[in-house]
């Protein structure tokens, strides 16, 4: 069975390790507030939201908060360019798993997110 990858948007420099670089979960809820792409999805948590975006994946893309990033499980392009822009309200970046940093599609691409 194929594991998820996770993507990260966080201030820290390394997203596992934020305690004092965190983003707030009202942060979050203010962002998804102010963006008509993205709907809060209660019953898959507090701070889950779902984007009506343009995404590859017939289930859509979402995002959620959790002790202080923000994260979705094997990005598309698509998503991927919608987290950047997160990022850049948050003044935060996009992280993966593995500490890799995201600034472009083409970042995505040459660490084989995407594959």
Not at 5 to 24: F, G, L, M, P
Not at 85 to 90: H, R
Not at 94 to 101: P, R
Request: charged share 20%; hydrophobic share 35%.
């Amino acid at each position: 069975m194929m594991m998820g990858y996770d993507v990260h948007i966080t201030r820290a420099e390394d997203w596992w390790d934020n305690a004092s670089h965190q983003i707030s979960s009202q942060e979050w809820l203010e962002t998804i507030s102010h963006d008509p792409a993205l709907t809060l999805e209660p019953k898959s948590g507090p701070y889950f939201a779902i984007w009506n975006g343009e995404c590859s994946y017939p289930w859509g893309a979402w995002f959620d908060w959790f002790e202080g990033d923000i994260h979705t499980k094997n990005p598309d392009h698509h998503t991927l360019l919608k987290m950047l822009q997160l990022a850049a309200i948050l003044n935060a970046k996009v992280q993966g798993d593995d500490g890799e940093i995201y600034q472009s599609i083409e970042d995505g691409i040459k660490s084989g997110l995407f594959n």
